[in-house]
């Protein structure tokens, strides 16, 4: 088996320990991290988030020790700052209008183009990058996995409440996200070299200066031989990082054992994918997505359990097995979203989600 490296980039909140708001002091955390981070510490468009990447990791162990060492400097930086870190898909209370904008020609480019579209994407997310051989290979990969992206969605949904309501939703982010251009699960292509005349049509056509701004929920890395998932709200455990990023790892690793053993797995078409997408965004793991092949709605701890018998043949191989068996921690306890949701029907108050949020955002680093 070829080895899947993975790299894993979350993003995250920058708290005032008082109001519980977000505040625009993101520059001093990654101005302080700059010396031990260096590139794995970053701005965002807004200058309430932070963002921090992984150095390539070989397994699923390596990355464990990655996440928790950055989730433990940052944290650390911003409490120097008086601040503190949370990790959700969106900020329960405060209002994108009043978030400053970091200064970047790159960024200023982009709320040119894109108005209050650009402005309002206050949103947080999970990406991470599992490498691949080769781009034909991540191609037919990547069709395949579509399939499987609501199924991972669903257990990473942690963004109930925007702008100080409960959206009924329990990922309001992709709501947000899909005012974007390019977003959402990408269609099939038949082959790289189809998927990068895509790309270079849009470049000539000035509709995008290069590949980064295709924001789908997977793509194929236009400059590193990666998949790139990017369907996740950011969630608050590092140990529910993890199992995502595991049970990213596997999937790519066995659709590419069924393709080396001359198997497929049967691709769906984005318009169906869509449907379920929707009902992970709405429901999460307490609805049903469809089981196309079957024809029917079927409880998402159904599918699952599915997924996990799709995938066990190779988590040993990638050594992963105690990672992915925490999809069955989630399904007890509830996704980001189910224990926010907890929290304010316990006490009626957003300020006390936030601060349910930022201690969730350290459970498991002492």
Known sequence: MPVFTLGIEEEFQTIDPVTRELRSHMSKIVEGGQITLQERVKAEMHQAVVEVGTNICTNIHEAREEVTYLRKMVLDLADKQNLKIAAAGTHP??????????????????????????RSNLIFGLHVHVGIENRNDGLQIMNAVRYFLPHIYALSTNSPFWCGRNTGFKSYRSKVFDKFPRTGIPDYFSSAAEYDDYINLLVKTNCIDNGKKIWWDIRLHPFFNTIEFRICDVPMR??????????????????HKLHSQNLNFRPYRRILIN???????????????????????????????????????????LGSR??????????EMGTGADRQLAVFRQTNDLKRVVDYIVEETSHGLL
């Open 238 to 255: 590092v140990d529910e990082t993890i199992c995502l990023a595991a049970v990213m790892q596997a999937l790519v690793a066995k659709i």
């Open 93 to 118: 209370i405060s209002d994108w209008q009043d978030q400053l904008i970091t200064d970047n020609e790159r960024y200023d480019k982009l709320i040119d183009e894109m108005r209050d579209v650009a």
């Open 322 to 331: 105690k990672e992915i068996e925490y999809v069955k921690t989630i399904l």
């Open 275 to 317: 449907e379920n997408k929707w009902r992970a965004a709405r429901y999460g793991i307490e609805g049903k997505l469809i089981d196309f092949g079957k024809q029917q709605e079927v409880p998402y701890h159904t599918l699952a359990q599915e997924l996990l018998d799709f995938i066990d043949d190779v988590v040993d191989e």
